[in-house]
C-alpha cells in the first residue's frame, strides 16, 4: 500500500525557515513524481513544487526563490526546504505521489498524505 507522511511543520517566525519530509513507502515504480501543494481553509490547493525523474519542476510564482525541494533516495524522503517565510505562507502542506513526469495540477495525483501544518507568525 502507497503510503506518504509529512512530518516537519510548526510554527515559525516570518523571515523564518522550515523544512518538511515526505516519506515515502509502499511503492515499487520508478517513474513518479511527487508534489508539494498546501491549502488554507476557504482556498484551493495550490500546487507549489515538483521533484520527478526529469528534476524539479515549479509551480507557483508566489515561492519561487524562496521554496526548493529535493528527494534523497536512500532515506525514501522527500523534502521541502521553505527559507523567507512570510505570513501568507500559513496553511497545510500536502505532498503527493504520481506516476510519470511532474504536474501542477493536484487532479494528477492519486496518493495523499495527510498534511502538516504551518503557521507563520510574530
Known amino acids: 500500500q502507497v503510503q506518504l507522511v509529512e512530518s516537519g511543520g510548526g510554527l515559525v517566525q516570518p523571515g523564518g525557515s522550515l523544512t518538511l519530509s515526505c516519506k515515502i513507502s509502499?511503492?515499487?515504480?520508478?517513474?513518479?513524481?511527487i508534489g508539494w501543494f498546501r491549502q488554507v481553509p476557504g482556498k484551493t490547493r495550490e500546487g507549489l513544487l515538483c521533484?520527478?525523474?526529469?528534476?524539479?519542476?515549479e509551480h507557483s510564482d508566489s515561492v519561487k526563490g524562496r521554496f526548493t525541494t529535493s528527494k534523497d533516495h536512500g532515506k525514501s524522503t522527500v523534502y521541502l526546504q521553505m527559507n523567507s517565510l512570510k505570513l501568507e505562507d500559513t496553511a497545510r502542506y500536502y505532498c503527493?505521489?504520481?506516476?510519470?513526469?511532474?504536474?501542477?495540477?493536484?487532479?494528477?495525483?492519486?496518493?495523499w498524505g495527510k498534511g502538516t501544518e504551518v503557521i507563520v507568525s510574530s
Open positions: 521533484v520527478g525523474k526529469n528534476g524539479i519542476s
Open positions: 503527493a505521489r504520481r506516476l510519470g513526469r511532474c504536474s501542477g495540477n493536484e487532479n494528477d495525483y492519486r496518493t
Open positions: 509502499g511503492f515499487t515504480e520508478d517513474y513518479w513524481a
